[in-house]
């Protein structure tokens, strides 16, 4: 049954491969829904599943099980010339780029429009309006050995809106770009979002670019969703040891600080608590020594939220650190130090 919210529908997918004779699962038991409109994560390390992930969704890849609703039609049951019309639908974005080096920034453009049969004139027209809408325009007779990696992505954006898509399918496609770079995409993405109302897919490896730009995550770990819901809920409240391993960056996991008699409380506080000495406040009021680990400020959906894991030496302060953080709405869990 399908939801008229939902631009895409995944149901029970899964995605096997035949290596040599045995067979290798690549996505298990795979159920998604994607919403009209909205910047939405897929979110993994390497080898989960996620680039099979995208191209079972624009079904370059066909799933071995399960089905894949685009825009209420079932994609497996369409013949190969109205699947090939719903791709269209679909623009990719890859982390490489996948220019044509022979051909320039507008050429390039141009590419799919020609290939839908539209007259060069028209297509030459349309490559131009979309070079000005990704801030390229300049640099239309520019080929790619002449491009920064922003403005080759930038390019690729422009010619995956050539044939007016819903939705962008966009994997790892700032993993190659530096962080001010990665920051322009993304805002771009966004405007895109905005303005046009297509619906944003990232695949990605970087919780930062999740937090930074996304509504909604789909955690992928070992071949099957682990967590979906809202960025914010799912980093606050880590549900699994997956989310947590993505949540928790490797150079701020508490687990490589677990020697030592105690507990580990992480703590996640927003808005103006995040400006505020709540730590100190604390230690003050309680007469409780604590033992901060790490601590740091990330921004999710333009808001500012703290995240710290401190260590507090025994059970009895650790209970009382854990009510007077609750009673002032800041959320608080325990972290396993064998995790």
């Known amino acids: ?52 992930l995208v191209r079972c969704i624009n079904f370059l890849e066909k799933p071995t099980s399960g089905s894949v609703i685009f825009d209420g039609r079932d994609l497996g049951t369409l013949p190969a010339a109205e699947l090939r019309k719903a791709r269209q639908q679909m623009g990719m974005i890859f982390q490489q780029f996948n220019l044509l080096m022979q051909r320039t920034a507008l050429e390039n453009v141009c590419f799919p429009l020609e290939l839908a049969g539209v007259s060069k004139a028209d297509a030459k027209k349309r490559a131009l309006e979309l070079l000005e809408i990704v801030g390229l325009a300049e640099r239309a007779g520019a080929y790619p050995v002449q491009l920064s990696g922003g403005q080759k992505q930038r390019v690729a954006i422009a010619r995956a809106l050539a044939t007016e898509p819903k939705v962008l399918l966009c994997d790892e496609a700032t993993s190659a770009l530096d962080p001010q770079t990665t920051a322009s995409i993304l805002e771009l993405l966004r405007k895109l979002n905005r ?10 490896h970087e919780m930062r670019v999740i937090e930074d730009v996304c509504k909604r995550v789909a955690i992928i770990a070992d071949h099957r969703i682990a967590e979906v819901g809202p960025v914010l809920d799912i980093f606050t409240h880590p549900k699994t040891d997956a989310t947590r391993q993505l949540v928790y960056r490797e150079d701020e996991d508490p687990v490589v600080y677990h020697a030592g008699e105690g507990r580990f409380l992480r703590i996640v506080y927003n808005g103006s608590f995040a400006l505020e000495p709540v730590i100190a406040k604390m230690i003050l009021d309680l007469h409780i020594p604590v033992n901060i680990i ?21 059970l009895m302060g650790s209970e009382r650190v854990y009510q007077y953080l609750r009673d002032r709405g800041i959320a608080v869990e325990e972290v396993s130090q064998d995790a």
Not at 12 to 32: C, M, P, Q, T, Y
């Open 1 to 52: 049954m399908t939801n008229d919210n939902n631009i895409i529908q995944i149901n029970d997918l899964h995605k096997s491969f035949s290596i040599k004779g045995r067979e290798v699962v690549a996505l298990e038991d795979i159920n998604l829904n994607i919403h009209k409109g909205e910047i939405f994560g897929i979110i993994g390390l390497s080898g989960a599943g996620k680039s099979t």
């Open 195 to 204: 303005e046009m109302g297509i619906t944003v897919i990232i695949i990605t």
């Open 294 to 314: 790490h601590a740091n400020l990330r921004s999710i959906e333009g808001d500012t939220y703290g995240d710290m894991v401190v260590q507090v030496p025994d």
